[in-house]
């Protein structure tokens, strides 16, 4: 079992994200939105950028393909769909619901850097995996530096100290200053 560190503020802290997240919702006026009394929710999503690409992975569990879709106009991707409460019969009596269902809209800008042609979608054991290309001409490159300090003079200079120093050393053996 390890030790971990108790922090007295956790509680606080997710009771903030909370009503961050309940106020960041649109909510429609006098909370009369079919959302809030079916759980209104929306789906996690990673956003993150290697050398070549800019990468939106969204959790969308019990979703078909069907459910939702996905767009990208003006350096906004847009991803909007609906996850349906399914009674499976009739007579089942629920006694908790917990998972959240309903509607959803998720828009996030991204950087110029980034060409909607070339993207591509995957949707594969309920992660949607959404690979948006950089620009060439944007992508960082390694640039050769050329001039003095290079390689082959620092070996010159290197040479040129060495025959200096030898000279001073055949001036002290001379006796000469």
């Known amino acids: 079992m390890s030790i971990v560190r108790y922090d007295p503020f956790r509680d606080l802290r997710t009771l903030q994200e909370e009503v961050n997240r309940l106020f960041s919702a649109n909510l429609t006026p006098g909370f009369g939105g079919e959302g809030i009394g079916r759980g209104a929710w929306n789906p996690s999503v990673d956003i993150y950028e290697n050398k070549d690409h800019i990468v939106v992975e969204a959790e969308l569990p019990g979703m078909n393909r069907e459910d939702f879709e996905l767009s990208v106009e003006n350096n906004v991707i847009t991803l909007r769909g609906e996850r349906r409460f399914e009674k499976k019969d009739e007579t089942d009596n629920y006694h908790r619901v917990e998972r959240s269902y309903g509607s959803f809209t998720r828009s996030f800008t991204v950087p110029q ?18 690979t948006l290309p950089k620009r060439e001409d944007t992508k960082a490159r390694r640039i050769e530096i050329s001039g003095e300090g290079t390689a082959a003079s620092g070996k010159t200079i290197e040479a040129e100290a060495e025959k200096a120093g030898a000279a001073e050393k055949s001036r002290e053996a001379a006796g000469g200053r």
């Not at 594969?124 to 995996?129: E, F």
Request: proline share 0%; hydrophobic share 40%; net charge neutral.
């Open 113 to 130: 850097t980034v060409s909607a042609e070339g993207a591509t979608a995957e949707y594969r054991n309920g992660v949607l995996r959404v």
